[in-house]
C-alpha cells in the first residue's frame, strides 16, 4: 500500500501530530491490555523524546560536552533513541520502495532519503512539538491530499455511513 503524502509541510506536521495524539491516546488507554501496548508505548515515547535527543545531539556535534563524555547512561539513551529513528526512516523506505522499479533509481532514493533524514526529522519533531502543545481533545485536522482541493478518500477519515448497502 502507498501512502499518498500531504501536499505541503503544514499538512505533513498536522499529519503527524495527529498520528502522534492517536498513538498517545492508544497508549493512555485502559481498555487494552498494558502487555499488548508496551511496545507501541516505547516507540511513542521515544517518538516524545525525539525533540530532546535533537537538542542534546546537536549540542554535543557543536560545543561538546564533558558530562555526556562522562555520562555513558547519556550517550547510551541518546544513541538508541538516534538508532531507532534511523531505523524507522530505513525500514519505512524498504516497506515502500522496490527495486524491481529500477536499481538506480532505488538506489538513488536511498541516497535522497540518509542525505534528507535531518530535514525529515525536523518536520517530525515539528508534529511532535505540536501534538504535545495540542493533544487531539476536539478531533482530527484532516490533510488534502489531492491537488484540486477537495478531501480525498484516501485521508486518514473514517468513510461516512452509507445509507444502503451494496452487495
Given at each position: 500500500?502507498?501512502?499518498?503524502?500531504?501536499?505541503?509541510?503544514?499538512?505533513?506536521?498536522?499529519?503527524?501530530s495527529?498520528w502522534?495524539?492517536?498513538?498517545?491516546?492508544?497508549?493512555?488507554?485502559?481498555?487494552?491490555?498494558?502487555?499488548?501496548?508496551?511496545?507501541?508505548?516505547f516507540?511513542?515515547?521515544?517518538?516524545?523524546?525525539?525533540?530532546?535527543?535533537?537538542?542534546?545531539?546537536?549540542?554535543?556535534?557543536l560545543?561538546?560536552t564533558?558530562?555526556?563524555?562522562?555520562?555513558?547512561?547519556?550517550?547510551?539513551?541518546?544513541?538508541?533513541?538516534?538508532?531507532?529513528?534511523?531505523?524507522?526512516?530505513?525500514?519505512?523506505f524498504?516497506?515502500?520502495?522496490?527495486?524491481?522499479?529500477?536499481?538506480?533509481?532505488?538506489?538513488l532514493?536511498?541516497?535522497?532519503?540518509?542525505?534528507l533524514?535531518?530535514?525529515?526529522?525536523?518536520?517530525?519533531m515539528?508534529?511532535?512539538?505540536?501534538?504535545?502543545?495540542?493533544?487531539?481533545?476536539?478531533?482530527?485536522?484532516?490533510?488534502?491530499?489531492?491537488a484540486?482541493?477537495?478531501?480525498?478518500?484516501?485521508?486518514?477519515?473514517?468513510?461516512?455511513?452509507?445509507?444502503?448497502?451494496?452487495?
Open positions: 500500500m502507498y501512502e499518498q503524502s500531504p501536499f505541503n509541510i503544514l499538512d505533513f506536521i498536522r499529519q503527524r495527529r502522534f495524539g492517536g498513538l498517545v491516546l492508544v497508549c493512555l488507554s485502559s481498555a487494552i491490555p498494558l502487555r499488548q501496548r508496551a511496545v507501541l508505548c516507540m511513542t515515547l521515544s517518538w516524545a523524546v525525539v525533540p530532546l535527543v535533537t537538542l542534546a545531539s546537536v549540542t554535543n556535534y560545543i561538546g564533558s558530562w555526556s563524555a562522562s555520562t555513558p547512561g547519556y550517550t547510551i539513551a541518546t544513541s538508541v533513541l538516534a538508532g531507532i529513528s534511523c531505523w524507522g526512516y530505513v525500514l519505512g524498504v516497506w515502500t520502495f522496490s527495486p524491481k522499479q529500477g536499481w538506480i533509481r532505488y538506489f532514493l536511498f541516497y535522497a532519503q540518509l542525505i533524514q535531518p530535514v525529515f526529522a525536523i518536520m517530525e515539528a508534529g511532535v512539538i505540536h501534538g504535545i502543545i495540542n493533544p487531539p481533545s476536539k478531533g482530527f485536522y484532516i490533510v488534502q491530499k489531492q484540486d482541493g477537495n478531501r480525498s478518500n484516501e485521508t486518514d477519515a473514517p468513510p461516512a455511513p452509507s445509507s444502503s448497502m451494496s452487495v
